[in-house]
């Protein structure tokens, strides 16, 4: 077919220089964490404000033209990465937190023992002379190929025309912000958890005691249950021992009424007795001591008794 044209659109990598890392010294290290941590207000997730502050930070340690602030942020970044990973490993795995130099330093940056450790640091947006990041570009080749007519021997004709460069920064400081944003809130989640943690351990142990103390107590209501009832039981013999001390000192107050009476019977026998004495003479003595003796022998009896039931 005549004037049969085709287009072909094909992106390259362009390669970008290698980008080095600056390699910084333990001291320079120390002094990067502490001014991170103390310096935290300044990554408030807002648009550019995390480039803004590690540029801060960067120029405050002399390092703007070592490293990037995408640099800096990465590093912050791992070395979080490789302190969580150590201080939290997966169940099974077994780790030695001492194998890392930093260790110590990202746990007092973790619980808050290096704030105020470091000068704090004023973030001005700035475009100043700060080391550019290397970014890899893309370039779109745009292939015009003509088959009407051969160019070489067997071949088609091809154009090769050059769009331009389009430069494609790889993450925007919007993107960064919001991963800051994402990894402050995170953060704060994470101590929020770790607070309700430690709160939970408080109230399991309160729990824990006052489950002993109750089990204490229902022991003593047991035993205060168990001397009730001795002491109910105690009260009811108690009670039917003074039932029956009731009836026999009620059989004692009849006998005694009962003696009264029989000496009430007996002195008016005397009395007769000894009238008729008086009026029959010496005759009869004889007959009336008799009756005399068996009055002195019931009444030393009714004596005897009276005692007894006094004494009972």
């Known amino acids: 077919m005549d004037n049969d044209h085709a287009y072909t659109t094909t992106t390259y990598d362009k390669v970008s220089p290698v980008e080095f890392t600056y390699k910084m010294s333990a001291q320079e290290v120390e002094d990067f964490v502490k001014l991170r941590v103390s310096n935290n207000y300044l990554f408030s997730g807002r648009r550019n404000t995390s480039m803004w502050a590690w540029r801060a930070i960067l120029?405050?340690?002399?390092l703007q033209h070592k490293m990037s602030h995408c640099q800096a942020s990465k590093k912050w970044e791992n070395m979080k990465k490789r302190y969580k990973d150590l201080k939290h490993p997966p169940d099974g795995v077994k780790v030695f937190?001492?194998?890392w130099p930093h260790f110590k330093l990202m746990d007092d940056?973790?619980?808050g023992r290096l704030e105020g450790n470091a000068p704090i640091l004023k973030a001005v947006p700035t475009n100043g002379d700060f080391l550019p990041n290397s970014r890899a570009k893309k370039r779109k080749v745009s292939m015009f190929i003509n088959s009407a007519g051969p160019l070489l021997e067997g071949g088609p004709e091809i154009e090769v025309s050059l769009n331009g460069d389009?430069?494609?920064?790889?993450?925007?400081e919007e993107m960064v912000g919001a991963m800051q944003e994402m990894e402050n809130k995170r953060d704060m989640m994470e101590s929020e958890r770790q607070v309700l943690d430690r709160e939970k351990q408080v109230m399991e142990r309160e729990r824990l005691v006052l489950l002993r103390e109750r089990a204490v107590l229902d022991r003593e209501v047991a035993?205060?249950?168990r001397d009730r009832a001795s002491l109910e039981r105690e009260r009811a013999t108690i009670e039917r021992e003074k039932a029956v001390l009731q009836r026999e000192r009620a059989a004692l107050e009849r006998d005694r009424d009962a003696v009264s009476r029989e000496r009430l019977a007996l002195e008016r026998e005397r009395a007769r007795q000894e009238r008729m004495s008086a009026a029959r003479g010496g005759a009869e003595?004889?007959?009336?001591e008799n009756h005399v003796d068996v009055t002195d022998r019931k009444e030393r009896f009714l004596n005897l008794?009276?005692?007894?039931?006094?004494?009972?």
Not at 166 to 172: L, P, T
Not at 285 to 288: F, G
Not at 305 to 312: A, G, M, R, S, T
């Open 59 to 62: 120029k405050h340690m002399g």
């Open 97 to 99: 937190p001492e194998s």
């Open 109 to 111: 940056a973790t619980e």
């Open 166 to 172: 389009e430069d494609e920064e790889e993450g925007s």
């Open 223 to 225: 035993a205060l249950d």
């Open 285 to 288: 003595e004889a007959t009336e």
């Open 305 to 312: 008794f009276e005692k007894l039931i006094e004494n009972f």
